[in-house]
């Protein structure tokens, strides 16, 4: 495996405290608006639509997010 194939290699990759924070709010932020469409009747096939992801992701990170804000 060359340098360059590991360097884009997740499990490679060494994150600063900033980079984790910030992808930490990104993903915070992808939650709160998918359960702001879901309180606004939308069901996740149409969510997922909107962020171009599958109806099964949106409903993963649905139930992660509510599972880590009701532990």
């Not at 996740?44 to 992801?53: M, S």
């Amino acid at each position: 495996m060359n340098k360059e194939s590991k360097k884009k290699s997740l499990s490679y990759r060494v994150s600063t405290p900033e980079e984790r924070a910030k992808r930490q709010a990104e993903v915070n932020k992808r939650c709160e608006y998918i359960m702001l469409l879901k309180a606004q009747g939308l069901n996740y096939a149409t969510i997922a639509c909107r962020l171009g992801l599958s109806p099964s992701q949106v409903s993963k990170i649905a139930r992660d997010y509510v599972q880590r804000m009701h532990p």
